[in-house]
């Protein structure tokens, strides 16, 4: 199972998911993409009806490692 998870959410020691991390970066980016498609963020196109602009959701992932960086971005 670890295989489909990122280091980031892995404890060093045991290898064991650190649900508290995937928890809190799973709220941090239903927090953002709400943000986004109701046009609240700063600097958000508002998404409207067909949801946020490719350059918007590039936007929550600014290290590149295909997960939101957090809550502050």
Do not use: Q
């Not at 892995?10 to 109701?38: C, F, M, Q």
Request: no cysteine.
């Amino acid at each position: 199972m670890n295989g489909a998870i990122r280091e980031k959410f892995l404890d060093a020691e045991t290898g064991e998911v650190r649900v508290d991390a995937l928890a809190k970066s799973y709220r941090a980016l239903e927090r953002k993409l709400s943000e986004v498609t109701s046009g609240r963020g700063a600097g958000s196109d508002g998404g409207g009806r067909d949801g946020p602009s490719p350059a918007n959701l590039a936007n929550l992932d600014r290290d590149g490692d295909g997960v939101p960086d957090g809550p502050d971005g």
